[in-house]
Nanobody
Framework: QLRLVESGGGLVQPGGSLRLSCAASGISLSYYAVGWFRQAPGKEREGVAYISTRGENTMYANSVKGRYTIWRDNAGNTFWLQMNNLKPEDTADYYC????????????????WGQGTQVTVSS
């Protein structure tokens, strides 16, 4: 059974950093594009970062470009999101997801989702 488990969320001050990880079981991630998404209270879920199956292509939302980095280790069935220079507006529940229908930042093309991890940026 496919399962994605996020970890690494927490409370951080503005300007700080966090690293999220997403570990997959029940599938081989090497067949899937993967992405990170976030959802703040009262807002729609939005894509923040995507990486292709072999890691040759990445894409970031404009709001996080230059601050966030996505990478993956297919052998370890894990991928990560490094978040630097965090801002209060980055506060949200963050989700990892996989897609076998191509890649990008549209949540609708992602089929399998983790349970989410909370990120709070506050002083």
């Amino acid at each position: 059974q496919l399962r994605l488990v996020e970890s690494g969320g927490g409370l951080v001050q503005p300007g700080g950093s966090l690293r999220l990880s997403c570990a997959a079981s029940g599938i081989s991630l090497s067949y899937y594009a993967v992405g990170w998404f976030r959802q703040a209270p009262g807002k729609e879920r939005e894509g923040v970062a995507y990486i292709s199956t072999r890691g040759e292509n990445t894409m970031y939302a404009n709001s996080v470009k230059g601050r966030y980095t996505i990478w993956r280790d297919n052998a370890g069935n894990t991928f990560w999101l490094q978040m630097n220079n965090l801002k209060p507006e980055d506060t949200a529940d963050y989700y990892c997801a996989t897609s076998d229908r191509g890649g990008g930042l549209d949540p609708k093309i992602y089929d399998y989702w983790g349970q989410g991890t909370q990120v709070t940026v506050s002083s």
